[in-house]
């Protein structure tokens, strides 16, 4: 495992010897390209685990499955160019959810990446159990790849959905300090869905309802700046709204925590896991009062 440097944010993968950690991995790249981010590539297993048919367990299993763990990380580590600081580990705990959020952590990780599972829709997100579970406890923004990932970086624009009720602070002002530290050119995207409350026809204005006015004013300062881009999206449902957005090869899709999450944990609503499952692009899903600890 390569030491630590004061890389300019750091981008853990929980990763698999397959094909959804590879998107996994690729799309941590794409994140760190040109940024000056450092990628942490993590293989998690829990304590005791053994694979199919070794009951009981062969001697020597455990030193052969370090060398498997090994070989997986060494092979994923040249997957990432050499601008990019990159560090492998296994890490073992109790379960394999828990073990990733004891190391985002310990690494001070800005964010957790994972892949979908296989089965699903080609570039569609389709979430297994580990997955399904950070969605609701993990501490740190949690960022999906759909199947097939393969856009090689840097991530070219980033779209901030927001309601049009209260509570969209955190990720207008994520998707703020993505552009201002990192130079992202944002599109403020406020949805209602069916009716949900009257639609206001300005996206600023939906913005200092449902966040603030000083954050409006520094997203229509980046706007202003040619930086962002704001509009409103009325539609009678989730998969109505996405397919009326236009999306870049190279795109994310940020949303916030459900309002009933826990103060500095994350948990997933019925409206973001619809965008996850709908949008064809990464999507970025962040704990509750994750930015008022920033």
């Known amino acids: 495992m390569a030491s630590q440097s004061r890389a300019n944010g750091r981008i853990m993968v929980s990763y698999i010897a397959t094909d959804g950690g590879i998107d ?4 941590a790249v794409a994140l760190a390209k040109e940024r000056g981010m450092a990628v942490d590539i993590v293989m998690a297993r829990a304590a005791g685990e053994v694979t199919p048919g070794l009951y009981p367990k062969m ?9 498997q763990l090994a070989g997986w990380l060494d092979d994923a580590r040249a997957e990432v ?6 560090t492998t580990r296994v890490a073992v705990g109790e379960s394999i959810a828990e073990t990733l959020i004891e190391q985002a ?13 296989g089965g699903g829709f080609f570039r569609r997100v389709s979430l297994g159990s580990v997955v399904n579970t950070l969605l609701h406890s993990c501490p740190v923004p949690l960022a999906i790849a759909p199947r097939g990932y393969n856009h090689p970086g840097p991530i070219e624009r980033a779209t901030v959905l927001f309601g049009t009720r209260p509570g969209a602070t955190d990720i207008i002002a994520l998707g703020l300090d993505y552009a201002e530290r990192f130079g992202i050119p944002l599109r403020f995207v406020s949805l209602n869905i069916d009716g949900d409350k009257p639609a206001n026809p300005d996206a600023l204005e939906a913005m200092e309802h449902t966040a ?3 954050l409006a004013e520094r997203a229509r300062a ?30 994310i899709a ?25 949008t064809p692009v990464p999507a970025v899903v962040i704990p509750n009062g994750y930015m008022n600890n920033a």
């Open 24 to 27: 996994a991995l690729r799309f």
């Open 254 to 278: 940020c949303m916030g925590s459900s309002r009933i999450a826990p103060e500095g944990r994350l948990f997933v609503g019925s409206t973001a896991t619809q965008i996850m499952r709908y």
């Open 81 to 86: 160019s050499g601008d990019i600081e990159v």
């Open 212 to 214: 603030s006015p000083e």
């Open 105 to 117: 952590t310990e690494l001070g990780s800005e964010m957790l990446v994972a892949g979908s599972r």
């Open 59 to 67: 001697r020597g299993y455990d030193s052969i499955l370090e060398r």
């Open 222 to 251: 980046l706007i202003d700046a040619t930086s962002a881009t704001a509009e409103v999206v009325d539609a009678p449902s989730i998969e109505a709204a996405v397919a009326q957005l236009d999306w870049l090869p190279g795109e």
